[in-house]
């Protein structure tokens, strides 16, 4: 489990010596400013202003940059966190409300322990987090990073036994950390196998200019949702003018419900570091970057020892394949918790050792991307097809899918099923036959492509996936009619709040709005003014967002008030207007502190 498993040691992490040396360690390793204030995070539990001041002196950078890097992301802290560190997913298909109780709430109260606390001896500390990518095996959390699934009373009673009795990590029962794979269908990519290499000595027999076509004639386009042809994206990267370029894989597979470039990652690593080698061919890159969310942290050691193996039977590094100057490797990042990282252009400042806002666009990455050199940042699954595409030929991929959509689809299914898990299927098929296949009944609506996809319910389950119908970066979630499906809007309207980069107006104070109002409508003082309110802000969202995130996060709540209405219409009371703040919620926590009602309240003032 490599180094993920280090638990705080009870220095301070003000000890500016000590801190240099243990910053030199790491810059062994990686100078870059995310892996050194992780491993300062792991050591101390915390970043200090101390440390702060002597990475920013080390690494050469402002200290405001190394600062705000540490506030932007979650999983750094300025003040400790407990020896364990537990985070509980607030997925609605992975989060600890999945099963119908309260599990955090639970634990907690289990351990004397409330959200975003440590607890006084810093033994533990809990809260949640967004999405950790597990919706494939219920309810989970992590441990210092590390990931435990299939939560339930008994599995918390276990955990909060081993961490009042001190029991590092390493000794907890090691199936707690496996994480099963769950292919439930596989296709052309999954059954695919490809002998180590085969993709890069088709290439190099091909030419770089007859293997680029390929990839442009197969119809590949970008799997991480916005679907533009990759093929015709590495052609202007390398046609762009630059000192150097660069190939970037986004594994920061962040829209919760999407869980299928976690298993790709796992089993398919040598298909995937292929692809952006056959890219850095074809573009001319010498030097590529995995960025991988911090989430999957639990998988850099496998990853590692794969791109180990690959330089040292010559598929990586210098003269690849025995081919004079064909140089390139790969350096893995790991992200910190932030669900903006995994835009392209955020992914690059986060790259560059910087908060991951979201960059003025164009010019494009291909362009003007990693260091302002051309680049290319595609999904985890765009390169693993686009490595079979080189060695099976553009006839193989097009053979599978419709005239839009050329080849197939991994997606993660989650949710109200038998069967949730991996499903390769060719673009085309239908909703009705995933729900068929995943073991789904008494559906009532389906999320496809995660929050900033589309709901929809069982009058368009015939609609199917493509470019042109349904598109999705991978993520399916089932929601059954026994499901509340305004607690499902809800949950969406908070991880956008919470995860909007907080840049520019529209999305911070939009996301927050949608929140309050969904959150107000939920709790029963709804009113039609609320709902004329929502659609005003989803408009100005749209419209005058700088990124995706911002653009497409009211759509969860403009889908449920067209397709169902009476989810929302029957929080609504029969009111025109209600004020949004709540007056006897608000004075309640008065009262409890006088102990006592108004009447004594205003006798107070009375007599002041
Ligand atoms: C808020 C937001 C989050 C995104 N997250 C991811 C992600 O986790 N993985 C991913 O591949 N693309 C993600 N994208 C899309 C990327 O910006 C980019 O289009 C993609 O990495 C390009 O690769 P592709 O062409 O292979 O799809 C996200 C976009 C937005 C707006
Ligand atoms: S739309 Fe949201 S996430 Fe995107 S830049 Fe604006 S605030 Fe940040």
Known sequence: ???????????????????????????????????????????????S?????????????????????????????????????ILFSNCICCGYLADGTDLMAMFGRRLGIVAGRTREDGLVSMDQTSCIGMCDHGAALLVNGMPVTGLDGSLLERIAILIEDRVPLEDWPSEWFQIEDSIRMSGMLLDHEMPRGDSLRTMLAL??????????????????????????????????????????????????????????????????????TVCAYLIGANLGYLYLRGEYRYLLPHLQSVLLLRRETGLLGTNICNQPGFSFDVQI???????????????IESLEGKRGIPRVRPPFPVSHGYLGQPTVVNNVETFVAAACVVQKGSA????????????????????????????????????RQMLEDCGAADTYAVQVGGPSGVLIGSPEFDRRLGYDDLPTGGAVMVFDKSRDLMSVLVNFSRFFSHESCGFCTPCRVGTVLLRDRL???????GAQTDLEEILHTARLMKQHSHCGLGQTAANPVL?????????????????????DLDLEKALAEGRRIRKGNDTIACADRGGQ
């Open 519 to 525: 959150d107000k409508i939920f709790s029963g003082r």
């Open 396 to 431: 193989w991929f097009r053979a599978m899918g419709d005239e839009v959509s050329k080849g197939s689809k991994i997606l993660s299914i989650s949710g109200d099923c038998a069967s949730p898990g991996i499903y390769e299927y060719p673009f085309g098929v239908s909703i």
């Open 559 to 579: 889908d449920g008030l067209q397709r169902f209405p009476q989810v929302l219409g029957k929080f609504l009371l029969n009111r025109d207007f209600e004020p």
């Open 49 to 85: 202003e101390t440390a702060i001041r002597e990475v920013a002196t080390m690494l050469a950078l402002p200290y405001s940059q190394v600062e705000a890097v540490v506030e932007f992301y979650s999983f750094f802290h300025k003040t400790p966190r407990g020896k364990y560190d």
């Open 1 to 47: 489990m490599g180094n993920i498993l280090i638990t705080g040691c009870p220095h301070s992490g003000d000890d500016a010596g000590m801190l240099r040396q243990i910053i030199a360690g790491a810059c062994v390793e990686s100078s870059h400013l995310l892996h050194v204030l992780h491993i300062l995070q792991q050591k101390f539990l915390h970043v």
């Open 333 to 347: 990042v790991v992200g910190a918790g932030a669900y903006i990282c995994g835009e392209e252009s955020a992914l």
């Open 207 to 276: 030419g770089a200019e007859a293997s680029l076509n390929e990839i442009i004639q197969s119809g590949l386009r970008g799997r991480g949702g916005a679907g533009f042809s990759t093929g015709m994206k590495w052609k202007s990267c390398r046609a762009a003018q630059g000192a150097a370029h660069y190939v970037i894989c986004n594994a920061d597979e962040g829209e919760p419900g999407t869980f299928k470039d976690r298993l790709l990652l796992h089993r398919y690593a040598h298909s995937l570091f292929e692809g952006m």
